[in-house]
Protein backbone atom coordinates (compact mmCIF):
# COMPACT_ATOMS: atom_id res chain seq x y z
CA UNK A 1 0.00 0.00 0.00
CA UNK A 2 1.04 3.70 0.07
CA UNK A 3 1.58 6.16 2.64
CA UNK A 4 0.54 9.34 2.69
CA UNK A 5 2.37 12.04 5.30
CA UNK A 6 1.70 15.46 4.92
CA UNK A 7 3.06 18.84 6.24
CA UNK A 8 3.55 22.38 6.56
CA UNK A 9 0.64 23.29 8.20
CA UNK A 10 0.27 26.36 11.30
CA UNK A 11 -0.90 29.67 11.65
CA UNK A 12 -0.48 32.56 9.01
CA UNK A 13 -2.11 35.70 8.80
CA UNK A 14 -4.53 37.08 6.18
CA UNK A 15 -2.87 37.31 3.19
CA UNK A 16 0.13 35.79 3.84
CA UNK A 17 1.68 32.28 2.25
CA UNK A 18 2.01 28.27 3.31
CA UNK A 19 3.36 25.55 1.57
CA UNK A 20 2.16 22.08 2.38
CA UNK A 21 4.24 19.19 1.30
CA UNK A 22 2.58 15.05 0.78
CA UNK A 23 5.41 12.67 1.17
CA UNK A 24 4.56 9.27 -0.44
CA UNK A 25 6.32 5.68 1.12
CA UNK A 26 5.57 2.46 -0.14
CA UNK A 27 4.01 1.22 -3.38
CA UNK A 28 5.37 2.97 -6.43
CA UNK A 29 3.39 6.39 -7.53
CA UNK A 30 4.08 5.83 -11.33
CA UNK A 31 0.47 6.99 -12.89
CA UNK A 32 -0.66 7.71 -9.79
CA UNK A 33 -3.12 11.03 -9.58
CA UNK A 34 -2.49 13.08 -6.41
CA UNK A 35 -4.63 15.13 -4.93
CA UNK A 36 -5.29 18.13 -1.94
CA UNK A 37 -8.89 18.05 0.07
CA UNK A 38 -9.71 20.14 3.05
CA UNK A 39 -12.16 20.21 5.50
CA UNK A 40 -13.10 22.14 8.59
CA UNK A 41 -15.34 21.33 11.65
CA UNK A 42 -19.22 21.35 10.97
CA UNK A 43 -18.07 21.21 6.99
CA UNK A 44 -18.48 18.45 4.86
CA UNK A 45 -14.59 17.42 3.04
CA UNK A 46 -13.91 19.16 -0.06
CA UNK A 47 -11.60 19.56 -2.87
CA UNK A 48 -9.04 21.79 -3.63
CA UNK A 49 -6.42 20.70 -6.23
CA UNK A 50 -5.12 17.63 -8.23
CA UNK A 51 -2.49 16.57 -10.02
CA UNK A 52 -1.44 13.70 -12.49
CA UNK A 53 1.84 12.29 -11.98
CA UNK A 54 2.73 11.15 -15.54
CA UNK A 55 0.46 13.57 -17.46
CA UNK A 56 1.22 16.66 -15.47
CA UNK A 57 -2.21 18.08 -15.75
CA UNK A 58 -4.06 19.63 -13.13
CA UNK A 59 -7.29 21.16 -11.68
CA UNK A 60 -8.08 23.71 -8.56
CA UNK A 61 -11.61 24.45 -7.09
CA UNK A 62 -12.82 27.45 -7.95
CA UNK A 63 -12.44 28.89 -4.48
CA UNK A 64 -8.76 28.62 -4.39
CA UNK A 65 -8.28 29.22 -8.55
CA UNK A 66 -5.25 31.75 -9.23
CA UNK A 67 -4.22 31.61 -5.41
CA UNK A 68 -3.05 27.94 -4.66
CA UNK A 69 -0.99 25.89 -7.24
CA UNK A 70 0.09 21.70 -7.21
CA UNK A 71 3.05 20.40 -8.05
CA UNK A 72 5.03 17.58 -7.48
CA UNK A 73 9.01 16.38 -7.46
CA UNK A 74 8.89 12.86 -8.97
CA UNK A 75 12.14 12.09 -7.72
CA UNK A 76 11.13 12.83 -3.98
CA UNK A 77 7.71 11.33 -5.17
CA UNK A 78 6.58 14.32 -2.99
CA UNK A 79 3.45 16.41 -3.94
CA UNK A 80 3.03 20.46 -2.53
CA UNK A 81 0.29 22.84 -2.47
CA UNK A 82 1.84 26.30 -2.64
CA UNK A 83 -0.68 28.43 -0.85
CA UNK A 84 -0.98 32.23 -1.53
CA UNK A 85 -3.25 35.63 -0.68
CA UNK A 86 -5.10 32.93 2.04
CA UNK A 87 -8.10 34.23 3.42
CA UNK A 88 -9.68 33.00 6.89
CA UNK A 89 -12.66 30.69 4.88
CA UNK A 90 -9.29 28.60 4.15
CA UNK A 91 -8.57 27.46 7.78
CA UNK A 92 -9.14 23.78 7.29
CA UNK A 93 -7.58 20.45 8.22
CA UNK A 94 -5.70 19.65 4.55
CA UNK A 95 -5.25 16.21 3.23
CA UNK A 96 -3.42 14.71 0.60
CA UNK A 97 -4.95 11.73 -1.11
CA UNK A 98 -3.72 9.15 -4.67
CA UNK A 99 -5.53 7.54 -7.11
CA UNK A 100 -4.64 4.22 -8.80
CA UNK A 101 -6.11 4.44 -11.61
CA UNK A 102 -7.66 6.75 -14.02
CA UNK A 103 -6.95 10.59 -14.71
CA UNK A 104 -7.03 13.66 -12.56
CA UNK A 105 -10.12 13.66 -10.62
CA UNK A 106 -12.13 15.82 -7.72
CA UNK A 107 -14.42 13.07 -6.35
CA UNK A 108 -12.97 12.08 -2.53
CA UNK A 109 -14.55 8.61 -3.42
CA UNK A 110 -11.49 7.86 -6.51
CA UNK A 111 -8.92 8.19 -4.13
CA UNK A 112 -8.03 5.12 -2.50
CA UNK A 113 -5.20 6.32 -0.26
CA UNK A 114 -5.03 9.04 2.55
CA UNK A 115 -3.00 10.74 4.71
CA UNK A 116 -3.60 11.95 8.16
CA UNK A 117 -3.65 15.91 7.25
CA UNK A 118 -2.06 18.81 8.17
CA UNK A 119 -3.70 22.32 10.04
CA UNK A 120 -4.39 25.55 8.39
CA UNK A 121 -5.34 28.05 10.30
CA UNK A 122 -5.42 31.48 8.66
CA UNK A 123 -6.11 34.48 10.98
CA UNK A 124 -7.85 38.03 10.46
Known amino acids: QVQLVESGGGLVQGGGSLRLSCAASGRTLSGYTMGWFRQSPGKEREFVAV????????DYADPVKGRFTISRDNAKTTVYLQMNSLKTEDTAKYYC?????????????????WGQGTQVTVSS
Open 51 to 58: ISWRGGGT
Open 97 to 113: ASRILGTVSSNQYDYDY
